[in-house]
């Protein structure tokens, strides 16, 4: 299994999607799953935008699966209510590390 290229915390280092995150949690969501998996940016805006609380750990746990990166469910919830911003930073990085993948569970 993989590991996250960047940490939780990493966001200092990449401002642009530290401050996408921030600014439009929801397109930043929407922008790292639909470069992963090729789905529609509108679509998963809006469902990160209308049901924010099920997108997050979902889109998460979608993108880990993809890349086949260590974790668990429960990491993605917690990560997601917690740390929102900071989890999409990071989904953002690492989609923008590693490109699109051949695999997408949603």
Same mark, same amino acid.
């Given at each position: ?10 966001? $200092? /280092?990449?401002?642009?999607?530290? &401050? !996408? *995150? ?8 929407? #922008?790292? +799953?639909?470069?992963? /998996?090729?789905? !529609?940016?509108?679509?998963?805006? &809006? $469902?990160?935008?209308? $049901?924010?609380? $099920?997108?997050?750990?979902? !889109? %998460?746990? #979608?993108? %880990?699966?993809? !890349?086949?990166? +260590?974790? #668990? &469910? ?9 740390? #929102?911003?900071? @989890?999409?930073?990071?989904? &953002? %990085?690492?989609?923008?590390? %590693?490109?699109? *993948?051949?695999? @997408?569970?949603?």
């Amino acid at each position: 299994m993989a590991t996250w290229s960047s940490g939780l915390f990493d966001f $200092i /280092d990449d401002t642009n999607s530290c &401050l !996408y *995150s921030f600014v439009c949690t929801p397109c930043a969501l929407a #922008s790292a +799953k639909s470069h992963v /998996d090729g789905s !529609y940016w509108f679509f998963n805006c &809006l $469902i990160s935008t209308l $049901i924010p609380c $099920i997108a997050s750990p979902a !889109y %998460r746990h #979608s993108i %880990r699966t993809s !890349y086949g990166i +260590k974790g #668990s &469910l429960t990491e993605d919830c917690a990560s997601g209510a917690f740390c #929102s911003c900071c @989890s999409t930073s990071q989904l &953002l %990085r690492e989609a923008q590390a %590693r490109g699109p *993948s051949t695999y @997408s569970m949603f």
